[in-house]
């Protein structure tokens, strides 16, 4: 699986939009984007994923870059709910349950 | 229902006790795992079941001991812990075999444990 890179931290007003950044810069062609965040002291909750096209949901936007090196989160009118750390994961799907790691992420703090 | 319940949600243990954690899900999911959670760090995966068969677990301990009795439980068994061993654990599932949807984990709310 594909090594991802994000800044530890990152700050947000809340109503703007928040931009998290994400390198892979060795990913294949069969793996897969995935973001997930924590907000404190719950489990990890699956936010979005792509391959190629950018994807959108009723949580975010998923931006990946035409040579798949880099991807950007996108959380278009950020509140303080979405403070949490935001862990971006590359991985190729697998037949069976799979090794799912989670690096340091990106702690994102939104202020009022 | 779209949820994963963990119970109990805390659980304090000396180190001579048997206890269990247990997870639940009627997602139809079948990939259950165990994930552990050290304060400010991030998810460590433990053990990973696959159609109710243990299928990964990353040279944890055997004083954690994973159990999965069906389709919709899973059990984790801890007995002689050691107080570093104090953490969070999470249990997620997923579909085992879909693609790109193999890798979309529903996490329980976790159980927080303190060994004593």
């Known amino acids: 699986d594909a090594k991802t890179t994000q800044p530890p931290s990152m700050d947000c007003a809340e109503g703007r939009a928040a931009n998290l950044p994400c390198n892979h810069s060795?990913?294949?062609?069969?793996?897969?984007v995935y973001w997930y965040r924590q907000i404190h002291s719950q489990g990890p909750q699956y936010i979005i994923h792509?391959?190629?096209n950018n994807e959108t949901n009723e949580m975010a936007s998923l931006i990946i870059t035409e040579d798949r090196k880099s991807s950007t989160l996108i959380l278009p009118h950020a509140t303080l709910r979405d403070t949490a750390v935001y862990y971006c994961i590359v991985k190729g799907w697998e037949t069976s349950g799979s090794r799912l790691t989670f690096g340091e992420g990106t702690q994102l703090t939104v202020n009022p | 229902d779209t949820e994963v319940t963990q119970t109990p949600k805390h659980l304090v243990m000396g180190m001579t006790n048997k206890k269990s954690l247990k997870c639940e899900q009627h997602m139809g999911h079948r990939a259950m795992y165990w994930y552990k959670q050290k304060a400010k760090k991030p998810p460590e995966l433990m053990f990973v079941?696959?159609?109710?068969?243990?299928?990964i677990n990353e040279s944890v301990p055997s004083r954690f001991s994973p159990e999965c009795p069906n389709s919709s439980l899973l059990n984790l068994h801890l007995h002689a812990l050691q107080p570093e061993d104090s953490a969070l654990y999470l249990c997620a599932s997923s579909q085992a075999s879909f693609r790109s949807g193999a890798n979309v984990l529903t996490f329980g709310a976790g159980s927080r444990l303190t060994v004593l």
């Open positions: 060795t990913i294949s062609g069969n793996e897969y």
């Open positions: 792509g391959l190629k």
């Open positions: 079941y696959s159609y109710e068969k243990l299928s």
